[in-house]
């Protein structure tokens, strides 16, 4: 199972970008979908999570309003669009899977059994 998250780099605050996240090797119809960052010297925490089929999604409330969750199934692909940046929104940003369940009622702790290697989001003041 492979995740690999691209599209970071540096913009403005009040910016935009759209991070990508490329899936292979898992049956991705089944399987919800999570972003999460962290940023320097602070914890890993979770910003969105879009179930299989992108009906059901959910927002840390800190990115609600200003990030967008969505995924294409045909493509492998699960994409994170952010607008309204603001300085303190610069982190690593991962994407993840639980490739055990469509949906859980409780996405922050979902069991994420598969991680991908970052992309690095800088957001300047």
């Known amino acids: 199972v492979q995740l690999q998250a691209s599209g970071g780099g540096l913009v403005q605050a009040g910016g935009s970008l759209r991070l990508s996240c490329a899936v292979s090797?898992?049956?991705?119809?089944?399987?919800?979908m999570g972003w999460f960052r962290q940023a320097p010297g602070k914890e890993r925490e979770f910003v969105a999570a879009?179930?299989?089929?992108?009906?059901?999604?959910y927002y840390e409330e800190f990115v609600e309003g200003r990030f967008t969750i969505s995924r294409d199934n045909a493509k492998y692909m699960v994409y994170l669009q952010m607008n309204s940046l603001k300085p303190e929104d610069t982190a690593v940003y991962s994407c993840?899977?639980?490739?055990?369940?469509?949906?859980?009622?409780?996405?922050?702790?979902?069991?994420?059994?598969?991680w991908g290697q970052g992309t690095l989001v800088t957001v300047s003041s």
């Open positions: 090797g898992l049956t991705f119809r089944r399987s919800m």
């Open positions: 993840a899977t639980d490739t055990t369940t469509n949906w859980s009622t409780d996405p922050r702790g979902a069991n994420y059994n598969y």
């Open positions: 879009i179930s299989w089929s992108g009906s059901n999604t």
